[in-house]
Every structure is written in C-alpha cells, then in structure tokens.
C-alpha cells in the first residue's frame, strides 16, 4: 500500500486553465503538506494543515487554493495556472507532537507542465 | 529565519569508496530535527537518515552516518562502500516547528 499517494503524476495543461493535484496519506499522520520543487530542483514549503487546520502558508499566490476534507486527505488548486507554475508539487505528511515520531513521508511528486 | 546550506553542487565518487556530503544551517532555535533526503531519477523522496539536535550521538543507518556537531551547525552525511544505487541529488533539510526546510542539494555521482 501506498503511504502517501499523489494524482496524478504527470499534468500538462495550457495557460489560463484550473486545475486539482489530490493527495492522500493512510499513514494516520495529523500533518500534510505541499511543496514545489522548481526547475533547479529547489524545494519549498507552500501549506501545511494539521487536522484539517491550515497551519503554514508560505507567500503564494492566491491562485493556489488547499483544500483538506479530513485529515488523510489535502488537494492543491491551482487556477488560472501561468507558465511559472510549471514544476513538481510533492505531498507529504508527518505526524507532529512526538519527537520518537517526527519524520517526513513524501509522495512521488506530480509533475505539472502549463503550455 | 533558518537556512540550509549545501556548498557542493556535485560530488563524484568511485564504486565501494566513501564520499561526504556537507550542510550546514543556521537557526537560534535549540530544538529541532535534522535529515538527509535522497531523490533519484524517479524523483521520489527517500529519508536516508535523521537526527535529532537533543541527541548527541550520530545516527547512522546501515552505511550512511551522519556528523553532527551542533555548536558549529554543521551535519555532513557520509556514505561509505558506495554502490551505483547510491547515486541521487541528497538534499540536506531543517526541521523547527513543523517546518521542513530543504538545501540546494548535492548531486552524488558514482563511478564503476
């Protein structure tokens, strides 16, 4: 079984469109998080919720929306999506609170490319 | 704010030979985690190895041990009888808060 699942794995889309990465984790983690790696493979912190709860919210733009029904699940929405937003988003999850436990589980990445 | 740094853009190291990864970051934080990420061609993030700042000793994980010297801020991450599975980018990261913060990463090639 997959830990922390993304889909889907590859996105190409033209400019101006919307559209939703999902991510589901089924490791009982509290915590889930977006990241977006760019071209130079830099990756960054864009949201993390706990239960639910929109915890971090880097500055991104608002056209990046989260969305977290329960806590196994966290959905990245992206509209009016621009060529810079071209990169790959990992989900992750963790479960905070106890040091013994504290780690990072990540998704395989969804490679988003906007045309 | 806290930042991770990874001086080495590349490293190249010979087949069952030992390489060493540097990174070093810096936070006013006394708490906090530490760990290396391994992302191969598949891009998938892999936890090779974590330490957390209260522990003294170095953690290991089969051949890759880290060096943790704390007052410098410093975590090098050595893997030794390097194997071609071994090569990857490594991505050195902080984590304070709930917060993972990543280096620029370093590009581990292995030669046969």
């Known amino acids: 079984d997959t830990a922390v699942s993304q889909t889907p794995k590859y996105l190409v889309t033209q400019m101006g469109n919307d559209k939703s990465i999902k991510c589901e984790q089924n490791?009982?983690?509290?915590?889930m998080y977006w990241y977006k790696q760019d071209s130079k493979k830099f990756l960054k912190i864009m949201f993390s919720?706990?239960?639910?709860?929109?915890?971090i919210n880097e500055t991104v733009p608002n056209r990046f929306s989260p969305k977290s029904p329960d806590k196994a699940h966290l959905n990245l929405h992206i509209n009016s999506l621009e060529l810079g937003d071209s990169a790959v988003y990992f989900c992750a999850s963790s479960q905070t609170g106890t040091k013994a436990s504290r780690g990072y589980t990540f998704g395989s990445g969804t490679r988003l490319t906007v045309v | 704010a806290q930042t991770v740094t990874q001086s080495q853009p590349e490293m190249s190291v010979q087949e069952a030979e030992t390489v060493t990864l540097s990174c070093t970051y810096d936070?006013?934080?006394?708490?906090?985690?530490l760990f290396w990420y391994k992302q191969p061609p598949s891009r998938q993030m892999i936890l090779v190895i974590r330490q957390e700042a209260y522990k003294q000793q170095n953690a290991t994980e089969n051949r890759f041990s880290v060096n943790f010297q704390k007052a410098a801020k410093s975590f090098s991450l050595k893997i030794s009888d390097s194997q071609l599975g071994d090569a990857a980018m490594y991505f050195c990261a902080f984590d304070s808060w709930g917060k993972l913060q990543f280096g620029a990463g370093t590009q581990v090639v292995v030669t046969p």
């Open positions: 936070t006013s934080e006394s708490d906090y985690y």
């Open positions: 490791l009982g983690h509290d915590t």
């Open positions: 919720y706990n239960n639910k709860e929109l915890i």
